[in-house]
Structure formats: structure tokens, C-alpha cells
């Protein structure tokens, strides 16, 4: 059996460049043919760890965090739409939109992962806040991804309640933190080599020839 590249994708549910990064691998992976060889694990990164459950407005909570005015974000999302219809991914920002708490969207990727369903659930996800005006925290929105992907929502949602999946999440986010990870996405190339941000398909097609050289 051909070894496999394992990438570790360190990233948040609610993080627009983690999606276009992806989904820019993924094109890159295609390119390449190299589907089978590839194995994915998504990391939980919480951008904001402290977001209370209500969440905060978008455009208060990046002028808080980032010190950008209405105007650079407007351009900042435009960039992003772009970006995203170009590997068919809709970004639908709306002036109402608020900014969730991610912590329980990342137990249920724990969840998803010992079903093969991970990226299947974190697309879902991203897809829900991003294009659905949906708001990520609640779980009667957790429930449907988990539905809609057929994972069995009951058994995934009690997770959420459980102590030892919380500190399995808490001590990931630790661990990827710990190794010096601050800014998502960050993608771990079989443990060895890492690429922070959204890189363009050609950057990562070049990573993955010169990863599986070396294998």
C-alpha cells in the first residue's frame, strides 16, 4: 500500500479563509490525482474562545478584534466572495450577521471524525454559517448538519454534554497552541512541514509533490 500524506487542518468552523484554503488543497489534490492518497484530520481552533452564546455583529466584533472600519471590511468580504465563487463556495455576508461561539461545532467534528464524516460535517457547517444565514452555536443547527451528513444527531449531540469530550477538544486546541499555531488556517503536512493561510492552488500542488517525493 502507497503511503498516505496526512494533513492536519488546524482551523475554525466560523473562519472564511480556512474554507477557501480547503477548498484550494482540494483543488490542488484533484489536480494532481492523488485523492487516495491523501488523509485529512481537521483541528479545532477556536478564533474566539469567549464569544458568549448570544455571539456579537459581525462588523463590531472585527472592528473590536481587528481595528477595521466598516469600509475595509466591506472590502475584506468582497475579496472572500470572490474568492469563494471562484471554487463555487457562496459567502452571503448581511449586516445582521453575528459572529458564534464554535466550541460545540468542534466536539461534533471530534464526533464526525470517527465516522470518516469529518470534512463532510465541517463543510456542512461552514456551509450553514456562511451561505444559510444560520447561526452555528445553536443546537438545533448542530443537529441538522449532523442529520444532513447522516451521522446519528442523539448519540453526537449527547457528546456535548460530556466532560471528556469537552477536554479532549480543550487539550487539542492546547496542543496545536503549544506547537506555535496562531493564525488559521494551518495545515501540518505529515506532521512535518506547515503552510499557514489560504495559499494559492499552485503553492499547494507544489507542497504535495515535494511532500510525496519524499515519502
Known amino acids: 500500500m502507497e503511503d498516505k500524506i496526512k494533513i492536519d487542518i488546524v482551523s475554525d468552523v466560523v473562519c472564511p479563509w480556512c474554507t477557501i484554503g480547503y477548498k484550494r488543497l482540494e483543488k490542488a489534490i484533484s489536480a494532481l490525482g492523488m485523492?487516495?492518497?491523501?488523509e485529512i484530520e481537521w483541528?479545532?481552533?477556536?478564533?474566539?474562545?469567549?464569544?458568549p452564546a448570544e455571539g456579537q455583529n459581525i462588523?463590531?466584533?472585527?472592528?473590536?478584534?481587528?481595528?477595521?472600519?466598516?469600509e475595509q471590511q466591506k472590502e475584506s468580504q468582497q475579496r472572500m466572495v470572490e474568492a469563494g465563487a471562484e471554487l463555487g463556495f457562496t459567502f452571503d455576508y448581511f449586516d445582521e450577521m453575528r459572529m458564534a461561539n464554535t466550541f460545540e461545532a468542534h466536539i461534533l467534528l471530534e464526533y464526525a471524525k470517527d465516522f470518516g464524516k469529518q470534512t463532510e460535517l465541517k463543510m456542512q457547517l461552514t456551509?450553514?454559517?456562511?451561505?444559510?444565514?444560520?447561526?452555528?452555536?445553536?443546537?438545533?443547527?448542530?443537529?441538522?448538519?449532523?442529520?444532513?451528513?447522516?451521522?446519528?444527531?442523539?448519540?453526537?449531540l449527547a457528546r456535548l454534554d460530556s466532560d471528556e469530550a469537552r477536554y479532549e477538544?480543550?487539550?487539542?486546541?492546547?496542543?496545536?497552541?503549544?506547537?506555535?499555531?496562531?493564525?488559521?488556517?494551518?495545515?501540518?503536512?505529515?506532521?512535518?512541514?506547515?503552510?499557514?493561510?489560504?495559499?494559492?492552488?499552485?503553492?499547494?500542488?507544489?507542497?504535495l509533490t515535494e511532500v510525496h517525493e519524499a515519502l
Not at 187 to 200: D, L, R
Open 35 to 38: 485523492q487516495d492518497q491523501i
Open 127 to 156: 456551509k450553514a454559517f456562511f451561505s444559510e444565514r444560520k447561526d452555528v452555536s445553536k443546537r438545533a443547527i448542530l443537529k441538522e448538519a449532523l442529520e444532513e451528513v447522516g451521522l446519528n444527531a442523539e448519540e453526537a
Open 43 to 51: 483541528q479545532p481552533f477556536e478564533l474566539n474562545p469567549n464569544m
Open 169 to 207: 477538544v480543550r487539550s487539542k486546541q492546547d496542543y496545536w497552541k503549544n506547537l506555535g499555531v496562531n493564525s488559521v488556517p494551518t495545515m501540518v503536512f505529515n506532521s512535518k512541514s506547515a503552510v499557514t493561510g489560504a495559499q494559492p492552488v499552485d503553492v499547494f500542488k507544489q507542497i
Open 59 to 70: 462588523q463590531e466584533h472585527i472592528a473590536e478584534k481587528y481595528g477595521s472600519t466598516l
